[in-house]
């Protein structure tokens, strides 16, 4: 196999994304940080140099790292953090993993202040590969103007109200306009940033791949006059299905086919951020409600003037296809390649998640009634390799034990909240086999047929979902709620997958070492 090398230098420097200047998280210099693009089978060698002022770690979200449990980048899980002015390399390869991924810091919510980037696996036997001519990637993502070290103590002030921090800005594929009037005296800001430009070609196909890197925020996506067809879902390759409107929730990654057959003009590109279903339940998504939310590119054909677009968005009514404040219904998305379910599993575990006030009133996010604590600075996967049995974890580590190979878990998610939450596995992907709104699991609306493979679904309000995976790779696995405020809340359960196996394994000296500087 062929290595590819890349050096991601962490440094935080002044940039105004939307127009609004701050102090951000870059990587070499930039946000959103650069592409890694490596074909199916390649080795990564990605080299992190940190010179920021705080401790970092990068997560490869969506690679299963078989083998390699140590290099997920998880702090407190699967290593020590990177302390400032070191550097370290992660090294591992994805298998024959292919698609959409991204790669974020998991240290605190510092992926919020600038440390993501888009990840992406090209596959030489991608079935879709004459359907486009050629292809984008497109990130989404919410912007605050405030670092998440000033939020996050905020959030953890007694009585707060429990929202998530409400986002300045949103951002396309890094560009953002800030309506300036609203910023406070004294900052610098400029309110005619330009925004997001995409250049095509009429009559040729594009394949976009939206990844919505945000800390918080869900968006619904399109493009005006041009419908996308979904191909790909995190890595799995998906029967055509074509939308106007696209609910994309946090690390949720599409690839859409885009076909450029509309006069040549200039066409609004639109991410509108969900966040009117925190307050109300909309009945249309609303594109103009708040002008600073709902971010727009361009959509620009070869012949256009460099002129705004004055395409309408889609009247987009709630359906029975999309509705409000709800993640697409999974049961439109089939698998490209027949993959069905084992159809009984092994093992189950049931998964109340809720957040509420303790009796400080202070807000947390509870697992059966645990908030997570991470030990930072004493990874889980070092206890075990030191012989420590994971059982014996202390409750606030959320630890679940499986240690048979071949076994087949189930985690029925129920979620006590009135928000959905975006629930991520990592070491696997899962068939997403039922979810509804349901109080308790409806096993009439199982599919054990062709249910869809991801790693992030949503749990609805209120509601449930079941996931399945198998029992095949020893390791620490987090799984948690995306939204990055809530993982610091606490809703976080450790996996710990074949802790005999994992335990026989080899820690790498490099990865021993970064836990020497915090003892
Ligand atoms: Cu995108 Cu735990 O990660
Ligand atoms: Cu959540």
């Not at 709800?326 to 993959?339: A, G, H, I, N, V």
């Not at 209120?462 to 939204?483: E, M, Q, S």
Request: proline content about 8%.
């Amino acid at each position: 196999p062929i290595t590819r090398k890349f050096n991601l230098l962490l440094q935080r420097a002044y940039l105004d994304p939307d127009g609004f200047t701050r102090l951000v998280w870059t990587s070499n210099g930039q946000y959103p940080g650069p592409t890694i693009r490596i074909n199916k089978g390649d080795r990564l060698v990605v080299n992190v140099t940190n010179n920021l002022t705080d401790p970092a770690t990068i997560h490869w979200h969506g690679i299963f790292q078989r083998e390699t449990n140590w290099f997920d980048g998880v702090a407190g899980q699967t290593q020590c953090p990177i302390p400032s002015g070191v550097s370290f390399v992660y090294n591992f390869t994805a298998g024959d993993q292919v698609g959409t991924y991204w790669w974020h810091s998991h240290y605190l919510a510092q992926y919020v202040d600038g440390l993501r980037g888009p990840l992406i696996i090209h596959d030489p036997d991608d079935p879709f590969l004459k359907e486009y001519d050629a292809e984008f990637i497109l990130t989404l993502s919410d912007w605050y103007h405030r670092p998440s070290g000033e939020l996050l103590p905020l959030r953890l002030t007694p009585g707060y109200s429990g929202f998530n921090p409400v986002p300045d800005a949103g951002l396309i594929s890094g560009k953002g306009q800030y309506n300036c009037s609203a910023a406070p005296q004294g900052s610098k800001c400029n309110s005619t940033k330009t925004p997001a430009i995409y250049k095509v070609v009429k009559d040729k196909k594009y394949r976009f791949r939206i990844i919505n890197t945000s800390g918080a925020a869900f968006f619904f996506f399109s493009i005006d006059n041009h419908p996308l067809t979904i191909i790909e879902v995190e890595g799995t390759y998906v029967k055509p299905y074509t939308v106007n409107t696209l609910p994309i929730f946090i690390s949720q990654r599409y690839s859409v086919i885009v076909n450029a057959n509309q006069p040549v003009d200039n066409y609004f590109i639109r991410a509108t951020m969900a966040r009117d279903c925190i307050f109300n339940s909309p009945t249309t998504i609303n594109h103009d409600s708040a002008i600073n939310y709902n971010v727009t590119g361009i959509f620009r054909y070869d012949g256009a003037p460099n002129a705004t677009p004055k395409s309408q968005p889609y009247n987009d009514d709630f359906t029975k296809s999309l509705l409000p404040c709800r993640d697409l219904d999974q049961s439109y998305l089939k698998p490209y390649y027949p993959t069905p379910p084992p159809q009984d599993s092994t093992i189950q575990f049931e998964f109340q998640v809720t957040i509420r006030q303790d009796r400080e009133n202070v807000t947390k996010a509870y697992i059966n009634n645990q908030t997570f604590i991470p030990d930072l600075t004493s990874p889980s996967i070092s206890k075990i390799m030191l012989g420590i049995d994971p059982k014996q974890f202390p409750v606030y580590q959320n630890a679940y034990v499986y240690d048979k190979e071949s076994d087949v878990v189930d985690i029925v998610l129920l979620n006590q909240n009135g928000a959905d939450h975006p629930f991520h596995l990592h070491g696997h992907n899962f068939w997403l086999i039922g979810s509804g709104t349901e109080r308790v699991v409806n096993k009439t609306k199982y599919n054990l047929v062709d249910p869809i493979l991801r790693d992030v679904t949503t749990v609805p309000g209120g509601g449930w979902a079941v996931i399945r995976y198998n029992v095949d790779n020893p390791g620490c696995w987090a799984f948690h709620c995306h939204i990055d405020w809530h993982v610091e809340l606490g809703m976080v359960a450790q996996l710990i997958e074949l802790p005999t196996k994992l335990a026989d394994r080899v820690l790498p000296p490099e990865v021993r070492n970064l836990c020497l500087q915090y003892s």
